[in-house]
């Protein structure tokens, strides 16, 4: 396939990715937009299509067109990199652990409350994980005399492991 889109250089925080995700943070840049402008333009929330522009979702060729339009992307040419033969990848897009703060920080969360979190599960659903595929995870700001805080709400569906 024809590359249609700039790659940023070496120095960029997207490098790393597929030149189409540059391409759409670049995009998004250009046109001050958020996520969540986007999300909604889309028809899709603002987690998805921030996974998405990492490589890590998928939208409908529909979601794509409406995607294009809003970026000022050729569609023909978003829909060829990331259109219905494109699978997402969705193994962690950084090293383990992280050096980004905002990224270590989350992944410190698991490594200090990750088995009191399990315990509860367990307490309250029994043995089994929380899914992952099946998750909605939604980033809110809540207000404070402190300093605003930041709300993380993963909402997974309860996965029981299967006896036999």
């Known amino acids: 396939m024809a590359q249609a889109f700039k790659v940023a250089s070496s120095t960029s925080p997207y490098a790393d990715l597929p030149p189409i995700c540059t391409a759409l943070f670049e995009a998004k840049a250009n046109k001050g937009l958020t996520f ?11 987690m998805w299509v921030a996974s998405m522009f990492y490589g890590q979702a998928k939208l409908d060729p529909e979601q794509l067109e409406k995607l294009a339009e809003i970026l000022d992307l050729p569609a023909a040419n978003l829909k060829a990199e990331v259109g219905s033969h494109w699978w997402p990848s969705r193994a962690a897009v950084c090293e383990v652990p992280p050096r980004d703060p905002v990224l270590y920080r989350l992944f410190e969360g698991v490594l200090v409350y990750g088995q009191p979190i399990k315990a509860l599960i367990h307490e309250k659903f029994g043995d089994g994980i929380m899914s992952m595929i099946d998750c909605k995870i939604l980033v809110g700001k809540k207000p404070d005399p402190k300093g605003d805080r930041v709300v993380l709400t993963f909402d997974g569906k309860f996965l029981p492991y299967a006896k036999w």
């Open 36 to 46: 969540d402008q986007i999300g909604k333009a889309v028809g899709a929330d603002e």
